[in-house]
T-cell receptor
Framework: AQKVTQAQTEISVVEKEDVTLDCVYETRDTTYYLFWYKQPPSGELVFLIRRNSFDEQNEISGRYSWNFQKSTSSFNFTITASQVVDSAVYFCALSEEETSGSRLTFGEGTQLTVNP | NAGVTQTPKFQVLKTGQSMTLQCAQDMNHEYMSWYRQDPGMGLRLIHYSVGAGITDQGEVPNGYNVSRSTTEDFPLRLLSAAPSQTSVYFC????????????FGPGTRLTVT
């Protein structure tokens, strides 16, 4: 069965520090998709990125970057020069094309607090 | 487009009461689902639907019923509320297939006393 683990329950940093959120996944499918969602204090869930299992290129979007490594089953998320507005809960999630289709399995989430 | 809408935003129930959480989407998405979010447990799938007339159980279906009579609507029914169902409930929709991002509603915060 698929599983997503976010071992860091809470992280606290000072503004402008870089921070990496870890995500480790388990799946038996060869075709799968990994996602990151952000949940700010207001409570809504905001989609950040999707990566498919055949594309191991790292991705950068502004201060955000993602490192996908199939060899270690990890899909880590780095925020460079963190800001107070980055404070949120971040979720990593997995879907499997063959086994579970659209169903998402979420990790437990990492609460990131960026202090001024 | 309104996206995914959920009502109510907040609800307090007494143990044993029943209620329906409403969810609607206007994006013509085939896939809809319900999650509950509890502290330290991420989001867990309750029920999902791949189209009108088709529903299936997720990870934590006990105590909940769903139906999908139209593409747009996917209500979640609590048959006899229990304190263990105190949670934040999110409805989501997407196109069918694992590659598509899911769009989430704003959530319903339910307290069962």
């Amino acid at each position: 069965a698929q599983k997503v683990t976010q071992a860091q329950t809470e992280i606290s940093v000072v503004e402008k520090e870089d921070v990496t959120l870890d995500c480790v996944y388990e799946t038996r499918d060869t075709t799968y998709y990994l996602f990151w969602y952000k949940q700010p204090p207001s409570g809504e869930l905001v989609f950040l990125i999707r990566r498919n299992s055949f594309d191991e290129q790292n991705e950068i979007s502004g201060r955000y970057s993602w490192n996908f490594q199939k060899s270690t089953s990890s899909f880590n998320f780095t925020i460079t020069a963190s800001q107070v507005v980055d404070s949120a809960v971040y979720f990593c999630a997995l879907s499997e094309e063959e086994t579970s289709g659209s169903r998402l399995t979420f990790g437990e989430g990492t609460q990131l607090t960026v202090n001024p | 487009n309104a996206g995914v809408t959920q009502t109510p935003k907040f609800q307090v129930l007494k143990t044993g009461q029943s209620m329906t959480l409403q969810c609607a989407q206007d994006m013509n998405h085939e896939y809809m689902s319900w999650y509950r979010q509890d502290p330290g447990m991420g989001l867990r799938l309750i029920h999902y639907s791949v189209g009108a007339g088709i529903t299936d159980q997720g990870e934590v279906p006990n105590g909940y019923n769903v139906s999908r009579s139209t593409t747009e609507d996917f209500p979640l029914r609590l048959l006899s509320a229990a304190p263990s169902q105190t949670s934040v409930y999110f409805c989501a929709s997407s196109r069918l297939g694992g590659s598509y991002e899911q769009y989430f509603g704003p959530g319903t915060r339910l307290t069962v006393t």
